[in-house]
């Protein structure tokens, strides 16, 4: 199940709900503590956001997942993204190689 402004994990195959900070190493979702400050907000729609330095990734049925890539593409399933100079395909993200014809 999709979550509502969800902040997906650098490692691409995670998310974690808003308001949490992704701990990869620990393989866990961290509470943002109150005394950080409040991140910029990347505007997606009325009434959806993502953090500076995210891309807003629309998913199906009006739901909205953010990319931790800002200059990243979104997947078409809406639920995954892929880092820049790379693009998604067949549900995985491929570099996009100049040498190969």
Same mark, same amino acid.
């Given at each position: @199940? *999709?979550? $509502?402004?969800?902040?997906? &994990?650098?490692?691409?195959?995670?998310?974690?709900?808003? !308001?949490? @900070?992704?701990? /990869?190493?620990?393989?866990?979702?961290?509470?943002?503590? $109150?005394?950080?400050?409040?991140?910029?907000? /990347?505007?997606?729609?009325?009434?959806?956001?993502?953090?500076? !330095?995210?891309?807003?990734?629309? #998913?199906?049925? #009006? @739901?909205?997942?953010?990319? *931790?890539?800002?200059? !990243?593409? &979104?997947?078409?399933? #809406?639920?995954?993204?892929? *880092?820049?100079?790379?693009?998604?395909?067949?549900?995985? &993200?491929? *570099?996009?190689?100049?040498?190969?014809?």
């Amino acid at each position: @199940t *999709p979550l $509502p402004q969800a902040v997906c &994990c650098k490692d691409r195959e995670h998310c974690c709900p808003w !308001g949490y @900070t992704c701990n /990869v190493a620990a393989q866990s979702c961290e509470k943002q503590r $109150p005394h950080e400050p409040p991140a910029v907000a /990347v505007p997606c729609d009325a009434a959806h956001s993502c953090r500076s !330095g995210q891309k807003c990734c629309a #998913g199906p049925q #009006g @739901t909205w997942g953010c990319c *931790p890539f800002a200059e !990243g593409s &979104c997947c078409s399933d #809406g639920r995954h993204c892929c *880092p820049p100079r790379s693009l998604c395909a067949l549900g995985s &993200c491929w *570099p996009l190689r100049w040498d190969v014809a």
